[in-house]
Each structure stands twice: as structure tokens, then as C-alpha cells.
């Protein structure tokens, strides 16, 4: 099955949401993405363990969720969306998500950023600094909060933001282009 093409991956898809040949249907649909959602975490994923585990519960959430498949989006879109978002849900579960910071206090954020993993802004930033980016990014608007939270605390393509976010690459990139300018702004007495 490795020559799968798109017209078999669609009939596969309108057969699954139908209930048709469900087993053959959902083996050709895993043949074709398997190896992109394993990419996917295999860049946000140290242990081939972990990586293979959110592989196999994106997979089981697409089986049980594919009646709530609308063809709105493309299949793909719509399947690493679920794949983001397992890879969040793993992030709350291991307690490594520290981009949606709850904390109000800077103490609180300090002792919540030295229980997780560096970030990619974190390793640039380090103390008051790192702080008062993350006190001027909470002020953005949600959106471009978002997006940019996205960005520099995940590491995330313009293209995975705009899945996730179901945005335009577009406004993605103005919203990114926004954020770093309010930035510059409210940040202007630190060098970045």
C-alpha cells in the first residue's frame, strides 16, 4: 500500500465516516499519514516511546471523531489539528506546558518556568527579562497572543499556527508582524 493515492485516501475517508469497510478504510488512511504525524512529533517529542504513544492516540481519536469530519477543511488539516492538539493535551498531562502561564506573580513564574523544559525563548532570555516579555505578551490581544505564544514558546511553523488556530497563514503573519511591533514598543528599554 505504499503507492496510496489521494482518490483511494478520500474514498477511504467517505467509507469510514459512512461506517463502510471500516478496518480496510482506516488501514489505508493510517498507511498514508502515519509517517507525517510520527514526523510531527518527532519534532516536539524526545522519546521514540512518547512520539509512538500520541502517533497511536491521534490515530484512535481520528477512528472514534470521523463522523465530526465535515470537509470543511482538508483531511490532513483536520487530522493534525487532532495531532496538536494530543500534543498539547501530553504537554497539560506532563505538566510541561508553560506558555498558558496561570501564574499572576513573577515568583510564581519563575518557579513554574525552572520545573519545565527551555523553551526556544527561554533559551535566548533568561530572568526579569524573560519576565517582562512574558508580562508584555500576555497584554497582546487574544489572538495575536495566541500566535505568538505559538511561535516562541512552541516553536510552531506559520502553518501549524494557522492550523491550530484555524487562521489564514495570512493572518497569521500579520498578526506575528503586529505583535512584534507592540513589542518593540512596551519592551523598548530592553534589548532584545
Known sequence: MN????LDVDAAIEKLRHGVDKEQSFRIIFDRYH????????KRVF?????LDLTQ??????????????????FGTWLFRIAHNTYLRWL?????????????????LA??????????????????????????IK???EQMRRCTQLRLEQDLSYREIAVTMR???QTVKVHLFQARKKLKGSLADIDL
Open 3 to 6: 503507492d496510496i493515492n489521494s
Open 139 to 141: 497584554d497582546l490581544p
Open 47 to 51: 522519546s521514540s516511546e512518547e512520539r
Open 35 to 42: 509517517k507525517p504525524v510520527q514526523r510531527f512529533f518527532a
Open 167 to 169: 487562521l489564514s497563514i
Open 111 to 136: 518557579t513554574e518556568e525552572a520545573a519545565t523544559d527551555p523553551t526556544p525563548l527561554d533559551r535566548v532570555m533568561s530572568g526579569e527579562r524573560r519576565n517582562r516579555v512574558r508580562a508584555a
Open 57 to 74: 492516540e491521534t490515530f484512535l481519536r481520528v477512528y472514534k471523531g470521523i463522523s465530526g469530519f465535515r470537509g470543511e477543511s482538508q
Open 92 to 108: 497539560q498531562r506532563s505538566d510541561r506546558l508553560g506558555i498558558f502561564d496561570t501564574a499572576e506573580s513573577s515568583d510564581d
